[in-house]
T-cell receptor
Framework: ETGVTQSPTHLIKTRGQQVTLRCSSQSGHNTVSWYQQALGQGPQFIFQYYREEENGRGNFPPRFSGLQFPNYSSELNVNALELDDSALYLC?????????FGQGTRLTVV | KQEVTQIPAALSVPEGENLVLNCSFTDSAIYNLQWFRQDPGKGLTSLLLIQSSQREQTSGRLNASLDKSSGRSTLYIAASQPGDSATYLCAVPDSGNTGKLIFGQGTTLQVKP
């Protein structure tokens, strides 16, 4: 077990709604990254936070936003949900180049 | 632009076989390469991290090698067991200092009893 915890584990939302996913990083890790994984694909980088500042962003629209808190936990917010946002959302904290992933949140948009 | 490819996409073997999973990357200027295991619907478990200065890493029945010059890594699994059935993913950091990991599509392994 990595120590990275995500909540909720599963979520069903309606198209157009907003969702907030949460991540508690491994103790002592000040860097958190978020990934989206569609079925049968490898994870795609959304963005990374380092000491509460965004530190890199992938090819995702602005309706994907995030926060990192002083305790290094993090949130991923997605506005105006679309059907294609249905995926497994993974959070990872990292130390010395090694990434530790949580169990993910399965988001289904109907 | 870094691209990561994994071959084969799926593999089915009888229990006890030794097997090799392949990972290739287009930009050899990598800091490290990481292999992960993913069970269906679950998160990623880190298996091995190879630094750019290393040639291989071993953990139990797993051995990962890295050849930067040819842009290749292999994950060798000895004496496979049904519990090894999962998807195996390799990932390398993006060349810019964004903290981004670039993943392959994964190899889904089934080990039959």
């Amino acid at each position: 077990e990595t120590g990275v915890t995500q909540s909720p584990t599963h979520l069903i939302k309606t198209r157009g709604q907003q969702v907030t996913l949460r991540c508690s990083s491994q103790s002592g890790h000040n860097t958190v990254s978020w990934y989206q994984q569609a079925l049968g694909q490898g994870p795609q980088f959304i963005f990374q936070y380092y000491r509460e500042e965004e530190n890199g962003r992938g090819n995702f629209p602005p309706r994907f936003s995030g926060l990192q808190f002083p305790n290094y936990s993090s949130e991923l917010n997605v506005n105006a949900l679309e059907l294609d946002d249905s995926a497994l959302y993974l959070c990872a904290s990292s130390e010395q180049g090694k990434a530790f992933f949580g169990q993910g949140t399965r988001l289904t948009v109907v | 632009k870094q691209e990561v490819t994994q071959i084969p996409a799926a593999l089915s073997v009888p229990e006890g076989e030794n097997l090799v999973l392949n990972c290739s990357f287009t930009d050899s200027a990598i800091y490290n390469l990481q292999w992960f295991r993913q069970d269906p619907g679950k998160g990623l478990t880190s298996l091995l991290l190879i630094q750019s200065s290393q040639r291989e890493q071993t953990s139990g029945r797993l051995n990962a090698s890295l050849d930067k010059s040819s842009g290749r890594s292999t994950l060798y699994i000895a004496a496979s067991q049904p519990g090894d059935s999962a998807t195996y993913l390799c990932a390398v950091p993006d060349s810019g200092n964004t903290g981004k990991l670039i993943f392959g599509q994964g190899t889904t392994l089934q080990v039959k009893p």
